[in-house]
């Protein structure tokens, strides 16, 4: 495998055996770079075996079959997730593989197991590969078996392997200020026990030929100068507080630190067996989604999606959900005449709808996602696009793109249709995807 010269320049400390963060942007071959150091550590290392860790679970399909299929024709490379079976044989396939590439949980999960065919150790390794290694930190599953790597380090144990992390962004960690990014980059060096970040220095002009940035294009859009609907929404929240009786409560309906405090009293409230706030807490949350969607989307869809969630069946002999049930039912008429008002629709669709008809010509070949915080919010986009006739037409191919976890909130997608949807938009079947940040890393 040919390296260019700015490949050649991150890999050299890696190369040396030294543990350190190859920092790359986008597209400039990161993992290229990995398969490069994993080639070299296995040629000249007797008995040498390493693990690539990845974060989601696509992503180990597509190393195997992409970049580190380079590595078959010398190597066994084996591939484990959460959808192989044989993934409880773990120990055993470790001990059959030169290259083991495996989500970070199944690592996690043989380290610490008591089963002999699944139990490893660290040790078993001579060279960790970790991808996107910005996640490792705080409760990420990279942090506990880095904290595993530097309790055994300390306390003075040898033949811990060499450790590779990969990223495109080490990210700031929510800082505000230039000393707390930089705060936040050390901290992940350290987690990672690496003594270098590798950015391309000598080599930048030959990096930026190959890998040429994207333009950035800021277009502010203008908030609805006024928004009943989504006031009679938080007017019903309000009344949901007044009746649990937690004037405590915060007030920042709309907002993701709203829908983790509420996800949290939930929680409390169902441990302490309190079905009262627990059903107060559900009906708040899907609230909240209301108005994310009706922040990011059109008013319709926020009432559709209030609609759908009362028009399951509910428990009616619960004096809570009776009460809930009919306020919603009081204002259920004048939710849906607001709803239908285009006098108050979404400025940010007519600029999103004037971006796509500008970029997505009938006979153009570009592609696009759409990022949104909500799966909600993703399927909903996707229905304004279905039905907004100007962007109606076989030149806008578009698809939603969302997390696999399991959300009693909305419905998840498979493995095999994250794929298949990945799959398709490479291949140009698909040019538009409207995704949740599942997308940012690895497509």
């Known amino acids: 495998m040919e390296l260019r010269g700015y490949q050649r320049e991150a890999a050299a400390p890696a190369l040396r055996g030294r543990n350190c963060i190859v920092w790359l942007p986008t597209g400039a071959g990161k993992t290229r770079v990995a398969v490069h150091v994993c080639r070299r550590h296995l040629e000249s290392r007797r008995g040498g075996k390493v693990a690539v860790l990845v974060n989601k679970v696509h992503l180990v399909d597509q190393h195997t079959e992409k970049e580190f299929h380079a590595l078959q024709d010398t190597f066994k490379v084996t591939s484990i997730s959460g959808d192989t079976s044989h993934k409880t044989f773990f120990a055993d396939l470790v001990k059959k593989s030169d290259v083991v590439i495996c989500t970070a949980q199944i690592l996690q999960n043989a380290l610490v197991s008591t089963e002999e065919d699944m139990h490893v150790e660290l040790t078993d390794f001579s060279l960790l590969v970790i991808d996107e290694c910005h996640h490792t930190h705080k409760d990420a599953v990279y942090n506990k078996i880095m904290l595993r790597y530097l309790q055994r380090k300390l306390s003075g144990k040898q033949d811990l392997p060499q450790v590779l992390g990969l990223t495109a962004s080490p990210g700031t960690g929510g800082a505000t200020s230039f000393e707390g990014a930089v705060e936040h980059v050390l ?5 990672l026990d690496s003594e270098k970040i590798t950015s391309v220095q000598d080599e930048a002009q030959h990096l930026q030929s190959h890998v040429p940035q994207p333009k950035k294009q800021y277009d502010l859009c ?32 709309g907002t993701q630190i709203y829908e983790q405090r509420i996800v949290e009293l939930e929680k409390t409230a169902a441990e302490m067996f309190c079905r009262k706030t627990r059903v107060c807490a559900l009906h708040l949350r899907k609230y909240n989604d209301a108005l994310l969607v009706n922040d990011s989307v059109r008013m319709v869809d926020a009432f559709q999606c209030l609609q759908q969630f009362y028009s399951t069946e509910r428990d009616k002999k619960d ?27 979404n400025p940010r669709l007519r600029k999103l709808e004037g971006l796509l008809h500008e970029h997505f010509q009938p006979l153009g070949t570009s592609r696009g996602i759409v990022f949104t915080t909500t799966r909600q919010s993703a399927h909903s986009l996707l229905s304004w696009l279905q039905a907004t006739a100007t962007l109606c037409g076989p030149h806008i191919r578009a698809a939603v793109l969302t997390g696999a976890g399991y959300s009693n909130q909305t419905r ?22 409207f995704s949740t940040s599942v997308a940012e890393e690895g497509l």
Not at 187 to 191: K, P
Not at 321 to 328: I, R, S
Not at 412 to 433: P, S, W, Y
Request: net charge negative; proline share 5%.
């Open 412 to 433: 998840h997608m498979t493995q095999n249709e994250q794929q298949d949807v990945i799959k398709q938009f490479r291949e140009g079947a698909l040019n538009l995807l």
């Open 319 to 345: 004096p809570t959900e009776q009460f809930l049930t009919a306020m919603f039912e009081e204002n259920r008429a004048s939710l849906q005449a607001l709803a239908r008002d285009q006098r108050y629709e």
């Open 187 to 191: 901290q992940i060096c350290a987690n």
């Open 222 to 253: 203008q908030e609805r100068v006024q928004d009943p609907f989504g006031e009679q929404l938080k007017k019903m929240m309000m009344q949901i507080h007044q009746f649990m009786e937690k004037p405590h409560l915060p007030r920042d309906f």
